[in-house]
């Protein structure tokens, strides 16, 4: 059939029906979109590596660390531009901001469950027990919204991926 708006050849009964079977994190391009992050951890954790190699080497960062932080700056920005094809209504790049802020979340509550544990076993006071026992609850409801928030990329994700006219292969 014709599309009545665009002229292009689509199965409209195969569009309407298509639905995502599949778990939420594995969402066409949930992936692709978290990638730029990936590198941007595996990236620095190389860059101290490198900073550590240069420090050795000669006083203080040198060639071998501007270069690195450099490389991991543009192949950051080369993935961020390849989230633009992900056919989330040009959101791809501020879905995968979302994803940097979720990660900067999700260590927040490490932080937060970690010194709250290990300070309600040092205290001796049973009120600051009770604020730390607090402090770990603050720190798991931290770790739902970071989830709730991978949900809603990946949400985003599939609602596109449901609104895009079906492949040949799909209908």
């Given at each position: 059939m014709t599309c009545p708006e665009?002229?292009?050849?689509?199965?409209?009964?195969?569009?309407?029906?298509?639905?995502?079977?599949?778990?939420?994190?594995?969402?066409?391009?949930?992936s692709k979109l978290l990638w730029p992050l990936v590198w941007l951890m595996i990236g620095s954790v190389l860059g101290l590596m490198?900073?550590?190699i240069d420090a050795s080497l000669v006083d203080g960062p040198g060639a071998i660390t501007v270069v690195w932080y450099l490389l991991v700056v543009v192949v950051w920005l080369a993935l961020l531009g390849n989230v633009i094809d992900i056919p989330t209504k040009g959101k791809g790049i501020g879905l995968?901001?979302?994803g940097h802020g979720l990660f900067v979340g999700y260590i927040t509550g490490i932080v937060i469950v970690v010194w709250a544990i290990v300070s309600a076993i040092s205290s001796r006071h049973?009120?600051?027990?009770?604020?730390?026992?607090?402090?770990?609850?603050?720190?798991?409801?931290l770790f739902w919204l970071m989830r709730r928030g991978e949900?809603?990329?990946?949400?985003?994700?599939?609602?596109?991926?449901?609104?895009?006219?079906a492949a040949p292969h799909d209908a």
């Open positions: 665009c002229g292009h050849e689509c199965n409209i009964v195969a569009m309407m029906t298509r639905q995502w079977t599949g778990p939420w994190y594995d969402a066409p391009g949930f490198a900073l550590v995968s901001m979302l049973v009120v600051l027990q009770a604020v730390f026992l607090g402090l770990i609850a603050v720190g798991a409801s949900k809603y990329i990946a949400q985003r994700c599939i609602q596109a991926w449901v609104n895009q006219p």
